[in-house]
């Protein structure tokens, strides 16, 4: 079918239950064939802090929620390390269906596509203006593509806020799963934290 954009899925009522059920419907792209279900955003509607990731891991897909894996957990650390209440956040990803490669019985992650972000991008731009959080985390690449533009380097402008609108700021940093990844974790964690510190200080 190839990727017709997530635009026709939206719901009339925009309010973020129903585009929580809209989007368990979404065909959008490809990437639906092959997931367990759509992984929506999750956490209060008027949060202060918005944290976006790549794409559901494996234990998102078979929950149905983002950010409970591994990389969650590492993640909820760094939250709570900066001061961040966790009930003020509200989380997501730029894809909201697990994209993998069957390697016997594992599911090994693959990294979404332009197509496949730019299809999922209308959910993203929902929940944003929905949610219009002062800070916005934005975790790896792929979240910086679909919120800051392909030119946007995280290695480059990590920890910087970026104005979203008046009052309101990005600030990107590494995903929690390459801190797994990192051949030194405590160097890997410590950057990612103080980038986090950095998004805690400024609302």
Known sequence: MGNIGAERFLPGEVSLPALREAARHCEGCDLYRNATQTVFGDGVPDATFMLVGEQPG????????????PAGHMLDKALEEAGIDRERVYVTNAVKHFKFE????RRIHQKPNA??????????EAEMRLVDPLVTVVLGATAARALLGPSFRVTRHRGEPVPRRDGAYYVATIHPSAILRAPDRDAAYDGFLADIRVAAALP
């Open 102 to 105: 069957p390697r016997g019985k």
């Open 115 to 124: 197509a496949e972000i730019d299809a999922c991008r209308p959910w993203l």
């Open 58 to 69: 494996d234990q998102e897909d078979r929950r149905g929620t983002p950010f409970v894996g």
